[in-house]
């Protein structure tokens, strides 16, 4: 028998509530127990002092924020959005969160945030631009071609100036982006 399978839930939760959160990911996937354990303790008790829900996010929010750029970023955020406790649908200073990781030119980790099946595509921000539009702005062809086909997505979603994803991709002469929308009929 493991070492660690002999320890008290008491200790563990001690131990799970230093690990980094990138890292809780793997921890959910050594035993039941464990996975049963971080579930009551660390991850499902928001007023408890294991609560681990919004330092998840924030976690997440300062790798998008981050100025350096590394791969060893997108394995991090490949990592948190493993995790079912970081909401992918949570506003940052009024941008979903999806759509502040497009804002902030990572379109890398955005692509990840699709492989997520709670994620809502379409919520907007305080602009009504949904994440189809700051690609489209952008001119993240790739990233425009996954979002309009998440099963979520909504074809010619207008934000709050009436503009399509087509509109902010021809306004900000980004081609790729507009030729992406035309293939695929979204105007």
Same mark, same amino acid.
């Given at each position: 028998?493991?070492?660690?399978?002999?320890?008290?839930?008491?200790?563990?939760?001690?131990?799970? $509530?230093?690990? =980094?959160?990138?890292?809780? +990911?793997? #921890?959910?996937?050594?035993?039941?127990?464990?996975?049963?354990?971080? /579930?009551?303790?660390?991850?499902?008790?928001?007023?408890?002092?294991?609560?681990?829900?919004?330092?998840?996010? %924030?976690?997440?929010?300062?790798?998008?924020?981050?100025? %350096?750029?590394? /791969?060893?970023?997108?394995?991090?955020?490949?990592?948190?959005? *493993?995790?079912?406790?970081?909401?992918?649908? $949570?506003?940052?200073? &009024? @941008? !979903?969160?999806?759509?502040?990781?497009?804002?902030?030119?990572? !379109? =890398?980790? *955005? @692509?990840?945030?699709?492989?997520?099946?709670?994620?809502?595509?379409?919520? $907007?921000?305080? /602009?009504?631009? #949904?994440?189809?539009?700051?690609? +489209? /702005? $952008?001119?993240? &062809?790739?990233?425009?071609?996954?979002?309009?086909?998440? !099963?979520?997505?909504?074809?010619?979603?207008?934000?709050?100036? &009436?503009?399509?994803?087509?509109?902010? +991709?021809?306004?900000?002469?980004?081609?790729?982006? +507009?030729?992406?929308?035309?293939?695929?009929?979204?105007?």
């Amino acid at each position: 028998m493991d070492f660690f399978e002999k320890l008290p839930n008491e200790v563990l939760a001690n131990i799970f $509530a230093v690990v =980094e959160v990138e890292d809780l +990911a793997a #921890c959910l996937n050594v035993s039941k127990r464990w996975k049963l354990l971080l /579930k009551e303790t660390v991850l499902n008790r928001d007023s408890s002092l294991f609560s681990r829900v919004p330092e998840i996010n %924030q976690a997440f929010v300062e790798l998008i924020e981050s100025e %350096q750029r590394t /791969k060893r970023d997108v394995d991090r955020a490949r990592k948190l959005l *493993a995790l079912d406790e970081l909401d992918v649908n $949570a506003f940052v200073e &009024g @941008l !979903p969160l999806i759509s502040r990781t497009i804002h902030d030119g990572r !379109p =890398e980790v *955005a @692509l990840l945030f699709l492989e997520r099946t709670d994620l809502n595509i379409i919520l $907007a921000g305080r /602009k009504g631009n #949904c994440p189809i539009h700051h690609a +489209a /702005k $952008a001119g993240h &062809g790739e990233l425009v071609l996954k979002i309009v086909s998440h !099963p979520t997505y909504v074809r010619g979603e207008v934000n709050g100036n &009436g503009n399509t994803a087509l509109h902010k +991709a021809v306004k900000h002469s980004n081609l790729d982006a +507009a030729t992406t929308l035309l293939r695929t009929h979204d105007r």
